[in-house]
Every structure is written in C-alpha cells, then in structure tokens.
C-alpha cells in the first residue's frame, strides 16, 4: 500500500488521495462495524503497518496500544475480522470497516459481541453516573 | 456529574462505576450513531467537561481539538444531537451515542448527512490506495 502525505484541507475533505492522518503516537482511530446488522462492535487503533495489513490481507490488523504491538484480530479466538468495506472521515483521522466476524462471532475480550455492553446513566438527584447491562 | 478515578481492570470492564479513562490529553472518543437507523455519523472527542454537559444536558457536547474549545454540535447549524443513549467500551476508553439529529438531520460539516462520505479502495496491481465516493 502507497499512502500520500496530507495535503491541503480541501484535498483531505474532497480529494480522491487517501491520506491518512496518524496522531503523535503513529495511530488512526478505527471503528468496526458488524456488517451483518451494523452493530457498533469495537474501537481500536492502527498504525501504519496494520493498517497497510489490513488492506493486503482484507483482514482487520490493529495496534495493541496495552501490549505495544501488532495484534492481528481473531489470531487466537477465531475472531478473525473480514472487511467487507473501509471508510474514512472527512478529515482523515478516523476509518469505519465493516466486517464479518469469524468464529463465534464475538468481538469483546470480556466475551460479549461487542464492546459497549454497559449504559451510562445519571441519576438527576445525585448526579452519580453509573453503569448497568445494556442487554 | 460525578465520575470516580479508574479502579483494577475487573472493575473497570465488570463494575457498575462509570469511570472514563480519558488520555494524556485529557479527552475520550466518542462515536455518534443515529438512532433512527443506526448509521455511524461521526467520532469526536469529549473531555471531562464536554462529558459532564452532555450527560446533563442531554445534548452531544465535544471538545474541539482543532479550536482548542467546547463545542455544543448544533449550536450553530441547528444539527443539535439529542442523546437517546450513551453507552461506554469495556475498557472505558471509548464512548459510543445514539443520537436524534436536530436541524436538516445531518452531521458533517462538509454537508454530508455523516463523515464517513468515501471509501478506500486499493489497486491490486499498484498498491495505490485511493478514495471513492461511498454513496
């Protein structure tokens, strides 16, 4: 994979030159979306390796910011990630890959599907937030 | 609001305590879905205040890292995001809301309905990545 530096604001937002923009640690933000039902199911990010790995193997490659160093999704769990489709935001800091998802068809570590299983809520007269099951 | 400081991982990923690990910058990323079809609009970024206005206001606050400010999405192009839910990652890094959008629906400050308007697509024989219109 060939990548260009960023150029100007409106070749980022408008061009057809995919330039992605790594922050100060090398990393871009990206979202996995189940591309069964369009569940939100992580957020992780890549660097330039993985993500080059992505798009030769069409297969999700990240960067494990815990273990500082490539993870290639499923390796272990069979939860290997195929991406169907990857998208990039206007500016270019953030990717959205559809995939479908090997194995059991779960993402989490924690062993749900997906990452978000928890709802944030506020109680009016405490103002505590807390955290319940999401389902 | 009223957060408390992270705790052992156990409690970070299983407790009930909404503990938001916010990095070096002082920020959490936050992914916006559309609650109607369930469609990423964007990920943005919120620090503690942003958090704290959105949870009481019940409208999507960010901070903008490019105008080193809050911004309260909408406030000027009337695309206000009304929070349905927001929901927290199980490492409690990332934020994920579903959101009704105010004003003519949309998100992008392109004047798209969302971000993510072009797809990566990578020539086999060159290794060239480029970008075409999603849709």
Redo the contacts between chains.
């Keep these: 994979?060939?990548?260009s530096a960023p150029g100007s604001r409106t070749e980022i937002?408008?061009?057809?030159?995919?330039t992605p923009r790594f922050d100060a640690q090398g990393l871009i933000?990206c979202?996995a979306?189940d591309a069964g039902d369009?569940?939100?199911l992580?957020?992780a990010h890549m660097n330039a390796e993985s993500l080059a790995l992505t798009?030769?193997t069409g297969q999700a490659w990240y960067w494990s910011r815990s273990r500082g160093e490539l993870w290639h999704k499923g390796a272990t769990s069979g939860q290997v990630q195929t991406v169907v489709?990857?998208?990039?935001?206007?500016?270019q800091d953030?990717?959205?890959i559809t995939v479908n998802v090997g194995g059991d068809g779960g993402c989490?570590?924690?062993g749900?599907r997906d990452?978000?299983?928890?709802?944030?809520s506020?109680d009016p007269r405490?103002?505590?937030?807390?955290?319940?099951t999401?389902r």
């Design positions: 994979m060939t990548v937002e408008e061009g057809a030159a995919f933000a979202i979306v369009g569940r939100v992580m957020m798009l030769k489709s990857m998208r990039v935001d206007c500016d953030t990717l959205l989490c570590h924690t749900r990452c978000f299983y928890r709802t944030v506020v405490t103002g505590l937030a807390s955290l319940e999401a």
